[in-house]
């Protein structure tokens, strides 16, 4: 028998009217391996599975319908279920990072900085310092004016081991301090450039 996907829709429907979520739920699964192109319903089953405490599985078609949302070119739908998934998983940083991404890419800087500063502090709980120093590298690039951020990837960089990133960072958050007029902050870096890299030249002169 030929698939009737208006009938299989139907049946869907009157499962989840029921509320037999599990019949519901397959029925679905059903339909998306019949036609993989309608990516409403990889929502559908997502939302139904979420109800039920199975967050992998509603985890998992969000994330299909996500990845299919942004290669196609729905970023902004592809947000809206990024953001499902953090909210469901929120031991998992991957969301965190996509958000970034795709904020970033659509010039949505506050709100890349958001997700790029909460991803920093999973990375902190967790201790894992070389992961939390490439999000502060990655805050500079959204917000290279800063010198308050530039200080703050100094000294997360020297409390990590980094030696020549801090000394950088600092020398580059002394400049940004004096161009943005706070010599305070300046010298501040500066002293600490001076301090972790004596044979830079440029620390002297400036």
Partial sequence: MAFNKA????????????????????????IIEKDRRDLILLNVVADLYAPENNIYQAVKYFYKLANAYTREGYKVKAIAIYK?????????????????????????????????????????????????????RKLCQLDPRSHGLRLKYAQFAE???????????????????????????????LHKAAELAPENPDVHLY
């Fill in 7 to 30: 009938r299989a829709l139907q049946e869907a429907h009157k499962y989840v009217a029921q509320g037999k979520t599990g019949k519901a739920i397959k029925q679905y699964e059903w």
């Fill in 84 to 136: 499902k998934i953090a909210k469901l998983d929120q031991e998992k940083v991957e969301p965190l990072l996509r958000l970034a991404e795709l904020n970033s890419s659509q010039g949505l800087a506050r709100e890349a900085r958001e997700q790029y500063k909460n991803a920093f502090e999973f990375f902190e709980r967790k201790g894992q310092k070389d992961n939390a120093l490439e999000i502060l």
């Fill in 159 to 189: 409390g990590a081991g980094e030696t020549r990133q801090a000394a950088e960072a600092y020398f580059d958050a002394a400049v940004l301090a004096e161009e943005s007029g706070d010599p305070a902050a300046c010298g501040t870096a």
